[in-house]
């Protein structure tokens, strides 16, 4: 995927090439170049490790559908941080729109990771102890170009339609001077459940060895079921989630283990995929800084969300002295702000299950409650089931569901984007000027970047921008 930075490196590397072709030709050995960076096992894995670590740009879905949605508001030492996302003047440039518009350049650079990785997993040496190693690597990077795409197709695109010709560019080699048109949605989905199917026939089973830090077959299902929800095929995203939950990799945290899911102090309780940061504050940043400022703040309407025994209440939501701040990604042993990214956890595998059961053809009203249930009796002390008279209601239940259990989790705006939804905040959360968003808005589908349609006369912007 083209872009101004790149552009400028391999005009420069032009230049060089231009200017010195004698020193070309002498082939220097400490020469580092796309023809020697991968030469042995060792070299792909870090290659793969690469592309892990760029799939740290969700941390903008993260913030952005926090911005846009009714979960947040700004926070008491806001002095403009996220101010005109939050505000819907949001557009395409850099200057008003780089928080809607950063995920566009950090998906395609990880989907060029992952293509760089793929593109020599079957050149490099290794000994006959490390072949076993090549399957698992090329599974892994399938895997995380489909994952890559999924976000740019959700954020960039309107709602799932295979017919939209709007649906993203699919880049299945690394051209950094590649200019693609947009495929279908279809197109798009086509690619990515395809990569997701071959991932998983190359990969073991996960039994044994489950790493939440790794891609396997079971947190493949996880993405499977959520990327079925999301095009409303609630068949396949029961089936998915299902293969998630009886895979016994995790299960639901009790309301003892469950804060420290977050604190990263129960590293193996819920998660199913996680991205670590040993040091930086990527995660914890964006709403807090290490020294107490509250940016971006928990809005009121998600405050008043949780009853006074939901442990998530005191585990997402923090108070000091009245300044109300996300507690959910605040501290860890290794400092403040340092937490790593629960990309995918197994609490969303039931919340999945519950809606698709409401929501398929032939609903199944008791199985999907009993979803809801069995996740509302971890987070609630003293929780009593509960029945509901429809499937419409069970949906709506769920849907209120998701808002408090992925409350800053990248999922808000999402969800009320694919159910047709308004964004609705309370009048102590936002000024009636940008207190709601009406459903079907044009600005629920964010601007594809400038920079972009600047290196590539082949791309269409999105409508209103």
Same mark, same amino acid.
């Given at each position: =995927?083209?872009?101004?930075?790149?552009?400028?490196?391999?005009?420069?590397?032009?230049?060089?090439?231009?200017?010195?072709?004698?020193?070309?030709?002498?082939?220097?050995?400490?020469?580092?170049?796309?023809?020697?960076?991968?030469?042995?096992?060792?070299?792909? @894995?870090?290659?793969?490790?690469?592309? !892990?670590?760029?799939?740290?740009?969700?941390?903008?879905?993260?913030?952005?559908?926090? #911005?846009?949605?009714?979960?947040?508001?700004? *926070?008491?030492?806001?002095?403009?941080?996220?101010?005109?996302?939050?505000?819907?003047?949001?557009?395409?440039?850099?200057?008003?729109?780089?928080?809607?518009?950063?995920?566009?350049?950090?998906?395609?650079?990880?989907?060029?990771?992952?293509?760089?990785?793929?593109?020599?997993?079957?050149?490099?040496?290794?000994?006959?102890? +490390?072949?076993?190693?090549?399957?698992?690597?090329?599974? @892994? =990077?399938?895997? =995380?170009?489909?994952?890559?795409?999924?976000?740019?197709?959700?954020? !960039?695109?309107?709602?799932?339609?295979?017919?939209?010709?709007?649906?993203?560019?699919?880049?299945?080699?690394?051209?950094?001077?590649?200019?693609?048109?947009?495929?279908?949605?279809? +197109?798009? =989905?086509? @690619?990515?459940?395809?990569?997701?199917?071959?991932?998983?026939?190359?990969?073991?089973?996960?039994?044994?060895?489950?790493?939440?830090?790794?891609?396997?077959?079971?947190?493949?299902?996880?993405?499977?079921?959520?990327?079925?929800?999301?095009?409303?095929?609630?068949?396949?995203?029961?089936?998915?989630?299902?293969?998630?939950?009886?895979? /016994?990799?995790?299960? #639901?945290?009790?309301?003892?283990?469950?804060?420290?899911? %977050?604190?990263?102090?129960?590293?193996?309780?819920?998660?199913?995929?996680?991205?670590?940061?040993?040091? *930086?504050?990527?995660?914890?940043?964006? %709403?807090?800084?290490? /020294?107490?400022?509250?940016?971006?703040?928990?809005?009121?309407?998600?405050?008043?969300?949780?009853?006074?025994?939901?442990?998530?209440?005191?585990?997402?939501?923090?108070?000091?002295?009245?300044?109300?701040?996300?507690?959910?990604?605040?501290?860890?042993?290794?400092? /403040?702000?340092?937490?790593?990214?629960?990309?995918?956890?197994?609490?969303?595998?039931?919340?999945?299950?519950?809606?698709?059961?409401?929501?398929?053809?032939?609903?199944?009203?008791?199985?999907?409650?009993?979803?809801?249930?069995?996740?509302?009796?971890?987070?609630?002390?003293?929780?009593?089931?509960?029945?509901?008279?429809?499937?419409?209601?069970?949906?709506?239940?769920?849907?209120? +569901?998701?808002?408090?259990?992925?409350?800053?989790?990248?999922?808000?705006?999402?969800? #009320?984007?694919?159910?047709?939804?308004?964004?609705?905040?309370?009048?102590?959360?936002?000024?009636? +000027? %940008?207190?709601?968003?009406?459903? /079907?808005?044009?600005?629920?589908?964010?601007?594809?970047?400038?920079?972009?349609? #600047?290196?590539?006369?082949?791309?269409?912007?999105?409508?209103?921008?």
């Amino acid at each position: =995927m083209k872009n101004k930075f790149l552009s400028i490196i391999l005009g420069a590397l032009t230049l060089a090439t231009v200017g010195c072709k004698k020193d070309l030709d002498l082939q220097p050995t400490d020469t580092f170049s796309e023809n020697n960076a991968f030469l042995t096992m060792t070299d792909l @894995q870090y290659g793969a490790n690469e592309a !892990y670590g760029r799939y740290g740009t969700y941390v903008n879905d993260m913030y952005v559908s926090a #911005l846009i949605a009714d979960e947040a508001k700004l *926070g008491f030492d806001n002095s403009g941080q996220g101010a005109l996302t939050y505000r819907y003047q949001y557009s395409s440039d850099a200057t008003s729109g780089g928080d809607v518009t950063a995920a566009w350049g950090g998906y395609y650079s990880l989907i060029d990771q992952t293509n760089r990785v793929l593109s020599k997993v079957n050149v490099v040496t290794g000994d006959a102890s +490390e072949e076993p190693k090549r399957n698992i690597i090329k599974g @892994q =990077m399938l895997a =995380m170009r489909a994952i890559g795409h999924f976000g740019a197709l959700q954020a !960039y695109c309107r709602n799932y339609d295979a017919a939209d010709p709007l649906g993203i560019p699919v880049m299945l080699s690394s051209n950094p001077v590649a200019k693609p048109a947009r495929k279908s949605m279809g +197109e798009a =989905m086509a @690619q990515i459940e395809a990569d997701l199917t071959e991932a998983k026939t190359l990969l073991s089973d996960p039994s044994i060895t489950f790493s939440d830090t790794a891609i396997n077959k079971v947190n493949i299902a996880a993405f499977q079921a959520r990327i079925a929800l999301y095009k409303r095929d609630y068949e396949a995203a029961i089936n998915y989630a299902t293969e998630v939950i009886t895979a /016994g990799a995790t299960s #639901l945290a009790s309301a003892g283990q469950f804060p420290g899911i %977050w604190t990263d102090d129960n590293i193996f309780d819920e998660v199913l995929f996680r991205v670590r940061f040993a040091t *930086g504050t990527t995660v914890g940043g964006i %709403w807090t800084t290490t /020294g107490g400022n509250v940016y971006i703040a928990p809005s009121d309407k998600l405050v008043a969300s949780y009853s006074s025994d939901d442990i998530r209440l005191s585990t997402y939501i923090g108070n000091d002295a009245g300044k109300v701040f996300v507690n959910k990604f605040y501290t860890s042993s290794r400092g /403040g702000r340092v937490v790593d990214l629960k990309a995918i956890r197994i609490a969303e595998m039931y919340l999945i299950r519950a809606e698709a059961h409401a929501k398929k053809a032939t609903p199944d009203v008791v199985a999907g409650t009993k979803d809801l249930n069995d996740l509302r009796r971890e987070r609630i002390t003293g929780y009593t089931d509960v029945s509901f008279p429809s499937a419409t209601s069970l949906a709506a239940a769920v849907l209120d +569901e998701r808002f408090k259990e992925l409350a800053f989790e990248g999922f808000r705006f999402y969800d #009320l984007k694919r159910n047709n939804l308004p964004v609705e905040r309370l009048t102590s959360d936002a000024s009636p +000027e %940008w207190g709601t968003l009406p459903a /079907g808005n044009y600005r629920f589908v964010l601007p594809i970047p400038n920079s972009e349609l #600047l290196a590539n006369e082949n791309m269409d912007q999105n409508d209103g921008y």
